[in-house]
C-alpha cells in the first residue's frame, strides 16, 4: 500500500515536472508567495560511460525515485513503471541524448586509452537485498528480487541458481544512477 501512495504522488509530481517550464511566464501569485510554499526538488538526468557492459547508460530520477532509464539498442525510454509509459514517448531531447552517445563514444575511443592506469579505479561496497515481488505463498510459484545498491562502477552480472541449477527466464534490468557516482 505505501508504495503504491508513493507513486501516486510521484505520478501526480510528475505530471507538475513537466509543466514546471510552462509555469514560469503564468504564475498567478506573487513570487514571494510561490516561494514560500515551495519544496525542493531533484530531477536527475544522468548520462554515463565505461569499459564493460554496460559500456553507457542514461538514467533519469526525480527525488531519488527512478522514473526513466534510456534503451540505447532500441534508442527508446523506459518507464520504471508502467504509468509512466505515455512520458517515455517524449522524444523532444533525442538530439542532446544522441549528441551525449557521441560525446561518450569520442571520449572511450580517446580519452581512456590515454588515462589508463593514470587515474585510481573506485569502487563502491555493493549491498545487495533480496525479497518477493508479491506476499510469499508457500506452495506456489514465487517472483525474487534482487535490489543490489551502492554499486560502481555500474558493472555486475547476476545469476539465479535453484538448487545449484541456473534458474531460466530470469532477466536482469537496467542500472540507474543515485545521489553521487552511486548506482543501483
Given amino acids: 500500500m505505501e508504495h503504491e501512495q508513493k507513486s501516486g504522488g510521484l505520478l501526480r509530481l510528475l505530471r507538475l515536472l513537466w509543466l ?4 514560469w511566464a503564468v504564475l498567478e501569485a506573487s513570487p514571494q508567495a510561490w516561494w514560500d ?3 525542493n526538488h531533484t530531477f536527475r538526468h544522468t ?3 565505461q569499459d564493460g557492459f554496460p559500456n553507457i547508460g542514461l538514467s533519469e530520477t526525480y ?3 527512478a522514473l526513466f532509464s534510456f534503451d540505447f539498442s532500441q534508442n527508446t525510454r523506459v518507464p520504471r513503471l508502467p504509468e509512466f509509459a505515455e512520458w517515455a514517448q517524449e522524444q523532444g531531447d533525442a538530439s542532446a541524448i544522441a549528441f ?3 560525446f561518450c563514444d569520442m571520449l572511450m575511443q580517446n580519452v581512456s586509452p590515454r588515462l589508463e592506469g593514470q587515474i585510481p579505479v573506485s569502487r563502491g561496497l ?3 537485498e533480496v525479497f518477493t515481488l508479491k506476499p510469499l505463498e508457500f506452495g506456489k510459484p514465487n517472483t525474487l528480487v534482487c535490489f543490489i545498491s551502492n554499486l560502481f562502477p555500474p558493472t555486475l552480472t547476476v ?3 535453484h538448487h ?3 534458474v531460466e527466464g530470469a532477466s536482469p534490468t537496467s542500472v540507474s544512477a543515485i545521489d553521487g557516482l552511486t548506482f543501483q
Fill in 126 to 128: 555493493p549491498s545487495a
Fill in 37 to 39: 510554499e515551495s519544496q
Fill in 63 to 65: 527525488d531519488e525515485d
Fill in 100 to 102: 551525449d552517445k557521441g
Fill in 20 to 23: 514546471l517550464p510552462h509555469s
Fill in 164 to 166: 545449484f541449477v541456473p
Fill in 159 to 161: 545469476t539465479w541458481q
Fill in 47 to 49: 548520462l554515463f560511460c
